[in-house]
Antibody, heavy 117, light 109 residues
Framework: QLVESGGNMVQPGKSLRLSCVASGPTFRNYGMHWVRQAPGKGLEWVAF????????YHDDSVEGRFTISRDNSENTLYLQMNGLRREDTAIYYCATEGGSWYYLDSWGQGTLVSVSP | SSELTQDPAVSVALGQTVRITCQGD??????ASWYQQKPGQAPIIVIY???NRPSGTPDRFSGSTSGNTASLTITGTQAEDEADYYC????????????FGGGTKLTVL
């Protein structure tokens, strides 16, 4: 089970850190993704981190502003979001990798980030 | 803009078969996976790889690929299958980037 938190309403230019806590002992065995969904829109991939944290990939739309990280000792995935823009407004989901790293197996219920003046 | 293209909406009569398609260059090299999302809920994966169903996915769901087109087929569509469906794969350039299709809203008549 994955539970996201940290979503909030913030002004443009501000920062937020999202968390995703995984239950069970296998968190450290899986790569993890962040995916977002703007209101009424489709799914948009944000970032991926490998099981050991050594590989990190970010979409061009967030490169240089968002950073994915993880703490395997705490079973927690993070997304540090800096320089937030209105277009970052979305529900943010964390998900585990599936049979290949770009499949998204289990998803959390999401946390809402709203960026508004 | 999405590198995977889906029809925005598809409808099917109850009990009939429907195919939802996803087109993109990356599908010539990489398999797609498919996600079902109902209103107010998180997505769930229903098909991944060549044609693999996670436990919990009914066997009326199947996947296939031909050339640059991946398809999700629902045989004997049920009312509870009404949902948005998204395909995804990795970027066609080989960069470590994941892409999603724009989604298809399936209506069961």
């Amino acid at each position: 089970q994955l539970v996201e938190s940290g979503g909030n309403m913030v002004q443009p230019g501000k920062s937020l850190r999202l968390s995703c806590v995984a239950s069970g002992p296998t968190f450290r065995n899986y790569g993890m993704h962040w995916v977002r969904q703007a209101p009424g829109k489709g799914l948009e991939w944000v970032a991926f981190i490998s099981d050991d944290g050594n590989k990190k990939y970010h979409d061009d739309s967030v490169e240089g502003r968002f950073t994915i990280s993880r703490d395997n000792s705490e079973n927690t995935l993070y997304l540090q979001m800096n320089g937030l823009r209105r277009e970052d407004t979305a529900i943010y989901y964390c998900a585990t990798e599936g049979g290949s790293w770009y499949y998204l197996d289990s998803w959390g219920q999401g946390t809402l980030v709203s960026v508004s003046p | 803009s999405s590198e995977l293209t889906q029809d925005p909406a598809v409808s099917v009569a109850l009990g009939q078969t429907v195919r939802i398609t996803c087109q993109g260059d990356s599908l010539k090299k990489y398999y797609a996976s498919w996600y079902q999302q109902k209103p107010g809920q998180a997505p769930i994966i229903v098909i991944y790889g060549k044609n693999n169903r996670p436990s919990g996915t009914p066997d009326r769901f199947s996947g296939s690929t031909s050339g640059n087109t991946a398809s999700l087929t629902i045989t004997g569509t049920q009312a509870e299958d009404e949902a948005d469906y998204y395909c995804n794969s990795r970027d066609s350039t080989g960069s470590h980037r994941v892409v999603f299709g724009g989604g298809t809203k399936l209506t069961v008549l």
